[in-house]
């Protein structure tokens, strides 16, 4: 039997076990009860605001005159102007039409050749009080008849950006590519160029890290970078200063000009891919192959290309764009990374928009030829991107200069064309369909009315044939929303 002493040190011990156990049920409770109990809160919505980046100035490079290289292998480089060109541009208020004129200056040839006629650099500053940039549009043309260098360039002057897509071009037996950098920036441009070909990626020493000053025009030989290439497709990547890129290409055949085209962007990688104007000057008949290889030169063809790493499945959709004359639907399987070749067959003369749609991104260009008794000559026609609201067009001199336009919204839309000086014209397009405009050479149209239109420019004559697409200017910076302390 336990003393008293013994007792009492047990009765402690219990003691302080039954003390905590109340200790513990006491916070308990408290906690309990304070769930229970829907405490005060206070919100207050943080103070922010919109601020609206202001329009900053806008420029266009024309790319200069057709160029060829010099003869002397110890000038392998250095390029020589065939002629001169001619350029159309102007600029108007995007609020109220009123007439800008831009300021002109040029681009200087990096090789300080004294031969060359320096590409022009059109910039149309920030007007006061302005919410939004004006609209610009450029565009050059030249006839060339040399020995070797003959047919029709038209070009758009086009907007410097730093990621940029070419289709089109060849460095084939008897044809020439020139590839025409223009850095218009203040900063030094660092220039990567991927090129692509009917045989996948092709391994071109000497294209990254190409340096193009600021204010001037580097001109390389595609046959550099990528010989014995029928159909290449080029990437170019810039860094720092941002440039204008175009691609001049001239063949011969035997012994005579076989045609010259200056070919500017296409269309970045897509699953809907639009080329507003196709011209076809003869009639391609259902006898013509329907694979990559093994037809005419001559044939109207796609070139299609998938930069991605998966098969693209691609609808080729053609409609005459005046409606006198049934397009054709097209379903081909492109391989990633090899530019494919597909030709347009069966179709009469006349003009056509091509409408691509895949499941998987690509770039295209179509390219079509003319061969008569005033000459041959060829074109590419390029991919765009959908013009948003109002745009302007600049028409250079040259034969039967035409509009096509491609409304691929769910409303008919009428548009109202403003030249500098003369009659508006009002052309109304249906939902999904096309239409063509005749312009007129050496002036500046204002085209109103429209919300998403894709628009191609067309030149054609006797053995003469050219185009440029009509591109929207790059996207602004967006709105910066500013929160206060």
């Known amino acids: 039997m336990p003393d008293r002493s013994q007792l009492a040190r047990i009765g402690g011990r219990a003691g302080r076990g039954v003390l905590g156990l109340v200790g513990i049920a006491v916070v308990v409770a408290t906690l309990g009860a304070a769930t229970l109990v829907t405490l005060p809160t206070l919100e207050r919505e943080p103070q922010a605001s919109e601020i ?52 002109v200056t040029e681009i200087s040839a990096v090789d300080d050749s004294n031969s060359r006629q320096p590409p022009l650099l059109l910039t149309v500053p920030v007007q006061d009080g302005a919410a939004l940039p004006p609209l610009v549009a450029g565009s050059q043309s030249q006839v060339a008849a040399t020995d070797t260098i003959g047919g029709l360039a038209v070009a758009a002057c086009a907007e410097a950006v730093s990621d940029s897509w070419i289709v089109g071009g060849s460095t084939d037996i008897g044809r020439t590519s020139l590839l025409l950098l223009s850095n218009p920036t203040t900063v030094l441009a660092t220039v990567n160029v991927t090129v692509a070909g009917e045989s996948g990626l092709v391994d071109a020493p000497g294209a990254t890290g190409i340096l193009v000053q600021p204010g001037e025009q580097r001109v390389i030989s595609l046959a550099g970078l990528a010989p014995n290439v029928k159909s290449p497709v080029l990437h170019v990547e810039s860094r720092g200063g941002q440039v204008a890129a175009s691609l001049e290409q001239s063949s011969i055949r035997g012994i005579e000009p076989g045609g010259v085209e200056i070919i500017g962007t296409t269309a970045t990688p897509g699953t809907n891919q639009i080329i507003a104007g196709v011209r076809v000057m003869a009639a391609v008949s259902e006898e013509t192959v329907t694979t990559g290889e093994g037809f005419n030169a001559d044939t109207p063809s796609i070139r299609v290309f998938v930069p991605g790493a998966v098969a693209a499945t691609v609808q080729i959709g053609v409609t005459s764009a005046d409606g006198t004359a049934e397009g054709t639907s097209t379903q081909v399987e492109v391989e990633p990374g090899i530019a494919t070749e597909i030709p347009l067959a069966p179709l009469i003369v006349g003009s056509y928009s091509v409408q691509l749609r895949s499941d998987e991104p690509i770039v295209a260009a179509a390219r079509t030829a003319v061969d008569s008794a005033g000459g041959k000559d060829f074109a590419w026609f390029s991919a765009s991107a959908p013009l948003a609201g109002s745009f302007a067009v600049a028409v250079a001199a040259g034969p039967s200069p035409t509009l096509h336009l491609v409304n691929s919204g769910a409303a008919d839309t009428s548009l109202t064309l403003t030249p500098a000086a003369g009659t508006p014209l009002v052309v109304e397009v249906e939902a999904g369909a096309s239409a063509t405009v005749p312009l007129t050479g050496g002036t500046v149209y204002v085209v109103s009315g429209g919300s998403e239109l894709w628009a191609l420019v067309d030149y054609s004559g006797d053995g003469v044939l050219s185009s440029f697409a009509l591109n929207p200017p790059g996207p602004l910076a967006s709105a910066i929303r500013v929160y206060t302390h």
């Open 52 to 103: 609206e980046p202001l329009p900053s100035e806008q420029q266009r490079v024309c790319p200069g005159p057709v160029l060829t290289l010099a003869e002397d292998s110890t000038q392998a480089q250095a390029a020589s102007s065939v002629g001169a060109a001619s350029a159309v541009y102007g600029a108007v208020s995007a609020s109220d039409f009123a007439q800008i004129r831009p300021q």
